[in-house]
Nanobody
Framework: QVQLVESGGGLVQAGGSLRLSCAASGRTFANRPMGWFRQAPGKEREFVAAISMSGSTYYADFVKARFTISRDSAKNTVYLQMNSLEAEDTANYYC????????????????????WGQGTQVTVSS
């Protein structure tokens, strides 16, 4: 059974940083695309960042070089380093994985992911 477990969320002041982790179990995603999405109350889930099979990274425009997605294949874990956090970044952050070799366009769409974590809450106080 595949499981994605996020951690690292919490309460932080504007301008601060957090690093989210997503640990996969049940199968290896070391060479599979993985992504981060977020959902704020009353809003739709939106793409944040993704990393492809080859290690290419993709980001939503609102990230503006503040976030960095990376992976540790040996640990079957993907990370999201978030710097210069803003109140608008407050949301529940979800990790996702797919077994397909998708490119940048497909990885920005939540429907193309096969597995999802339960989410970790990030709250940024202004």
């Amino acid at each position: 059974q595949v499981q994605l477990v996020e951690s690292g969320g919490g309460l932080v002041q504007a301008g601060g940083s957090l690093r989210l982790s997503c640990a996969a179990s049940g199968r290896t995603f070391a060479n599979r695309p993985m992504g981060w999405f977020r959902q704020a109350p009353g809003k739709e889930r939106e793409f944040v960042a993704a990393i492809s099979m080859s290690g290419s990274t993709y980001y939503a425009d609102f990230v503006k070089a503040r976030f960095t997605i990376s992976r540790d294949s040996a640990k079957n874990t993907v990370y999201l380093q978030m710097n210069s956090l803003e109140a608008e970044d407050t949301a529940n952050y979800y990790c996702a994985a797919t077994v397909q070799n998708y490119g940048s366009v497909w990885l920005r769409q939540a429907r193309n992911y096969d597995y999802w974590g339960q989410g970790t809450q990030v709250t940024v106080s202004s």
